[in-house]
């Protein structure tokens, strides 16, 4: 069975403003040239006398985050050290999510750890070594993030892990002079959506354009698809329900959220643009699938935030650039369903120190500090400065993450066991795309649901 580190997560940036007396300077941990040191706060050493003399004392912490990404978090990390005087050792590793179990189990796990999902950190609890998060750490989540995001740190009533990054997968990617051009209006509801795809369609284009080889863990962008129908077709609360296996994966519900999303992936008339028929998508890789946008061989891509690395080196990804993205949007246009992704913090330990640094990380401080130093990050942290993010794309997921009105949902394939969320499911998904029809795909997903 494929890792699920094999299905790429990432979560988008923004950058906010603190109080005075102490600037420490960081780069970007991106590929990409960018000086951020003038865009780091300035940062108050006073509002860490809360955690008292922490001189000589580390914490250690350990995540699938390597290089060159893994800088920005260093970099987030030196206003903690600079004004307390403890060090923080981090550690990266690929095969992160394998190894925190093992280690974990083993009795030698790291201080803390940023976990992926929320499936994990329930795995995590049960070996027994996590410890509950402190108050201070709860009383921030109960004030900087929805009560969503705080259940996904919850295990069995008690409360874990905060959350640190996000990401958004209820995106489509599109292009602006296309839309400017032809009149085309961003929709606002699932049914806009269609006549859009209609009006595209007459003028002898095939307008979306869809991948969903990615090696061993080829199947998953259609896991995104589904989960979005899913969401938007039968509500949040069904839709945690089906997660939890509540509701079977060969329901009513769930079969018509597989079609909602064939209405779009199996019609011949709308995919694959520029690309094939629509047995092309199983085989176009999911980092290609979107380039023919750039040509005007096709049109609308529904992928996650960050598919904006995808593009090449020069391309503009903005609103009057040569890409962009616009929301997903849900069955009517005050409804706002939100898939995505996110990461949390875990501690091992109740050390002082332990405590103090798994505070700083669950503040509104950090949340702007490792924004300011990031390219690609973004949080849904209320305390973030959304009017700071200069990254179109960045500043559009922070804005959906921080609207009221948005009902955030974490990935369901992420959340369910690995037999289903990344074995069958991906499986099943591929011959659905090749053929198999709707039915016979969820009940064969259904049937390797651990008994």
């Given at each position: 069975m494929p890792s699920r580190a094999t299905k790429p997560r990432l979560a988008l940036a923004s950058v906010g403003v603190l109080g005075l007396t102490l600037i420490i300077?960081?780069?970007?941990g991106g590929t990409e040239p960018d000086d951020r040191a003038a865009n780091m706060p300035t940062v108050d050493c006073a509002q860490f006398g809360q955690y008292g003399d922490l001189k000589g004392k580390t914490v250690s912490i350990y995540a699938g985050i390597v290089t060159p990404e893994d800088k920005a978090y260093t970099d987030s990390y030196k206003p903690f050290e600079e004004c307390t005087g403890a060090k923080i050792k981090y550690e990266g590793d690929k095969s992160f999510e394998t190894q925190i179990l093992v280690r974990a189990k083993a009795g030698n796990p790291p201080d803390l750890a940023i976990v992926p999902q929320p499936g994990l950190l329930r795995q995590l609890v049960g070996t027994g070594r996590v410890k509950e998060a402190p108050t201070e750490v709860a009383a921030n989540v109960d004030k900087f993030w929805g009560k969503d995001w705080k259940t996904y740190g919850t295990v069995d009533g008690k409360f874990y892990g905060a959350p640190s990054g996000a990401?958004?997968?209820?995106?489509?990617?599109?292009s602006p002079k296309e839309f400017k051009d032809n009149g085309y209006q961003v929709p606002k509801t699932l049914d806009e959506l269609m006549q859009l795809t209609d009006k595209m369609a007459a003028k002898g284009k095939k307008p979306w354009c869809a991948g969903i080889a990615s090696g061993e863990a080829t199947g998953w962008p259609i896991t995104d698809w589904m989960e979005d129908m899913m969401l938007r077709l039968n509500g949040p609360e069904s839709y945690d329900k089906w997660v939890s296996h509540q509701i079977?994966?060969?329901?009513?519900?769930?079969?018509a959220a597989l079609d909602e999303a064939g209405k779009i992936l199996k019609n011949p008339k709308y995919v694959n643009g520029g690309l094939g028929d629509v047995k092309s998508v199983a085989t176009t890789t999911f980092q290609d699938a979107g380039l023919p946008i750039l040509d005007g061989t096709c049109?609308?891509?529904?992928?996650?935030?960050?598919?904006a690395a995808n593009f090449p080196p020069g391309t503009k990804v903005a609103e009057d650039g040569d890409v962009f993205a616009f929301y997903l949007p849900g069955?009517?246009?005050?409804?706002?369903?939100?898939?995505?992704?996110?990461?949390?913090?875990?501690?091992?330990?109740?050390?002082?120190?332990?405590?103090?640094?798994?505070?700083?990380?669950?503040?509104?401080?950090?949340?702007?500090?490792?924004?300011?130093?990031?390219?690609?990050?973004?949080?849904?942290?209320?305390?973030?400065?959304?009017?700071?993010?200069?990254?179109?794309?960045?500043?559009?997921?922070?804005?959906l993450l921080q609207d009221p009105q948005a009902v955030f949902r974490f990935d369901g394939s992420d959340q369910m066991p690995g037999a289903v969320g990344s074995n069958a499911f991906w499986k099943q998904a591929t011959s659905?795309?090749?053929?198999?029809?709707?039915?016979?795909t969820v009940d064969n997903i259904e049937s390797a649901w651990p008994k």
């Open positions: 300077a960081g780069c970007s990401s958004i997968k209820s995106l489509v990617w599109y079977a994966f060969n329901s009513p519900e769930s079969a049109s609308l891509h529904r992928q996650a935030s960050f598919y069955k009517d246009a005050s409804a706002k369903p939100l898939l995505g992704g996110g990461e949390f913090n875990v501690a091992f330990s109740d050390r002082p120190e332990v405590k103090a640094f798994q505070t700083y990380l669950s503040t509104d401080t950090w949340a702007n500090v490792k924004a300011s130093v990031s390219q690609g990050w973004v949080t849904a942290n209320k305390g973030l400065d959304v009017t700071k993010v200069s990254n179109p794309i960045d500043k559009l997921a922070a804005d659905w795309i090749t053929g198999q029809s709707t039915q016979q």
